[in-house]
């Protein structure tokens, strides 16, 4: 019985160091492939969805937000002028920035807190900083906020063309016709 229970071991071990030399071969064979390969991928999970007109610069008050919806008018979310800039931030002073406001945790729909530049989540506490591209900073959810990509043309108007995140209850980035 004792030899069975040693055979058992080995054989894991073999497993284990067969597989270990495999990965080892697969490190070795990703590093030799040339570095515009490697960047060929892209660092964001961008979802496009159709261009919308949001609103125009004029229409916006520095860190008063502004309610819109995009996609479509199943995606309530708010466009805010925060009055310095901001990495995603667009318009003149790279400062407008739009989100989902809808938790990406269970779909409660938040407030904005003009005093930190947050999103809050009422039903389990969830914040996510505006400032940092919706990124959370405390509660349940999994994942950061999504946050509409902008552009503003030369007339002034704001223009949303797409989600850095998957918006709460969406099972694609497919819009439904």
């Not at 979310?77 to 667009?90: D, H, Q």
């Not at 400062?95 to 807190?113: N, R, T």
Request: proline share 6%.
């Amino acid at each position: 019985m004792t030899m069975k229970c040693n055979r058992m071991i080995d054989a894991g071990r073999r497993h284990f160091l067969r597989g270990g030399a495999v990965s080892m071969a697969g490190a070795a064979a990703a590093a030799v492939l040339p570095a515009a390969q490697a960047r060929a991928q892209p660092a964001l999970a961008m979802l496009t969805y159709p261009s919308t007109r949001l609103a125009n610069i004029a229409d916006l008050a520095v860190n008063e937000p502004l309610d819109i919806a995009y996609p479509d008018d199943d995606s309530p979310g708010i466009l805010i002028k925060l009055g310095a800039p901001v990495e995603g931030g667009t318009g003149p002073d790279s400062d407008i920035v739009a989100f989902s406001v809808l938790c990406p945790h269970k779909g409660y729909f938040m407030s904005y807190h003009a005093a930190d530049m947050t999103l809050n989540c009422p039903g389990h506490f969830s914040r996510f900083d505006c400032e940092k591209g919706g990124q959370q900073i405390w509660g349940h959810a999994t994942q950061n906020l999504p946050q509409f990509m902008l552009r503003v043309d030369d007339a002034g108007d704001i223009h949303a063309e797409g989600a850095d995140e998957l918006i709460h209850g969406r099972l694609s980035n497919v819009l439904q016709g």
